[in-house]
Structure formats: C-alpha cells, structure tokens
C-alpha cells in the first residue's frame, strides 16, 4: 500500500518506532516523541496564526516535563502552555516549538500504543487516558485534549523482554488481528467521546526481520490527521 504523501511529522514519527527495526515497548519515551510532532505540524499547517504567533514568539513551548508550575498532575505525552516568564527556552535544532517550564496548558496529548495482548490491557489503557485527561484539566485550565492510540492489525507479531521473543500464536496469544476491531469498538465507545479529539492510527507492524511497517489505509490514515490538524486549529482559534 502508498504512503502518506504529506510531509506530516507526526505519521512519520509513529512509523519510524517500527520500520527497519526492532520495537521495544517498555521505552518510555516512544508517546513523547510521537505527540511531539503534533504541535510541529500544526505550525506547518497555519491554519492557527495565534497559535503560529506565540510559537515563534515564544510566548508558548512544550514542556520538558509535561508539568505545570505549582500544579500536582499526573504527566502526559505532550503538554503545551504559556511559556514561565524568565525560566529560559530550549530551541531544539529541526524543531519550531521552543521546550520549556509552562504556567497553563493549552493543549495536553496522550499517546498509546496497542501491537499486541490489546484485549487483556484495554480496561487499563482506557483508564490511563481518561485520568490524563483529568490531569490535564487540574488548575483550572481549559485545554484542548487530543488522544491518540496506534493500533495493530497485523496478522502476527513478536514483542521481546530481554533475549526472550514472545511472539503471538493465534490461542493463547492471540494474534493483533484477532483483537484490533474490538480494542478499536471500545475506545470509541468508552474514551473518545471524552476527549475533543480523538485519532486511531490503524497499522500493521510484525516486530521481526526485516520489521516491516504499513497503514491499514495509508490515504484514510492522512485525512483522519489532517482533520484532526484543522479542528484543533480552529479551537485553538476559538479558546485562547
């Protein structure tokens, strides 16, 4: 299947965990790099010039620690907010949104992903992106709130701990395929609808040699991206 044509950061991030290597999942950095591409792409979009602005202006960055000044909240994947006067900005090079202590948060992310096992920790991954979202919430702020989930569809996949493979056998290790649609059903029904935007990243990853990569619907994938892109925007537009 084609890929995404748009130079979208955030689609290229994602499939970057996977392609040409091996995926760990216990890294606990992966939704961090993910969401952060979010906030490059909606400067790339324009569709904001008030969020543009205060990006280049650095009147607002992405927190280092996805924490508020003053404000006892669990950390998410990405947290975007005014920017603490005099605390100092850090430019990464290729990045346009400066790193920084925040005040407020004006756009909180969490990132999941789902390749295998989904069905035995969906009750958990559901409550760890609702209570995010309260988290983002605390203070009093009024965040826009995006949840982002990657799904597997692949027909088989390995994960590793160590130098042990476990790689999936379609009984008691049910393949990804065997659980996807479901998973997908009940963070529709159950999360989504909490959170102002919601994005399933459907993929199929198969965790060995040659770590192949794909979207389910590479065309599909973009449009549900950019959608998400240009609604943010405009809320974006419309809260602050």
């Known amino acids: 299947m084609s890929e995404p044509t748009l130079a979208l950061q955030l689609l290229t991030r994602f499939r970057e965990l996977f392609a040409g290597h091996r995926y760990l999942h216990r890294s606990s950095n992966l939704g961090d790099s993910v969401a952060q591409r979010l906030f490059e792409d909606l400067v790339e979009l324009g569709r904001s010039a008030k969020y543009r602005d205060r990006v280049v202006g650095g009147v607002c960055v ?5 924490t508020r000044r003053g404000v006892r909240a669990r950390r998410g994947d990405g947290a975007f907010g005014e920017a603490v006067p005099g605390a100092g900005l850090v430019r ?4 346009t949104v400066a790193r920084g202590p925040i005040a407020t948060v004006e756009i909180g992310i969490e990132v999941k992903i789902l390749a295998k096992a989904m069905i035995k920790q969906i009750d958990r991954v559901m409550t760890v992106l609702l209570n995010q979202r309260d988290h983002f919430r605390r203070g009093g702020d009024d965040p826009i709130c995006v949840g982002i989930v990657g ?12 130098d042990r493979t476990y790689p999936t056998n379609g009984g008691k290790y049910p393949h990804p395929i065997q659980e996807a649609a479901e998973t997908e059903r009940r963070l529709r029904e159950v999360v989504a609808p909490k959170f102002d935007e919601f994005l399933v990243l459907r993929f199929r990853a198969y965790n060995v040699p040659p770590y192949a990569f794909e979207w389910v619907n590479a065309h599909d994938t973009e449009l549900d991206y950019g959608a998400v892109l240009t609604r943010v925007s405009r809320e974006y537009e419309r809260r602050f």
Not at 62 to 66: G, K
Not at 92 to 95: A, P, R
Not at 151 to 162: K, L, P, Q, W
């Open 151 to 162: 799904i597997n569809y692949a027909d088989h996949y390995t994960s590793y701990e160590g």
């Open 62 to 66: 992405l927190n280092v620690r996805n």
């Open 92 to 95: 990464d090079t290729g990045f």
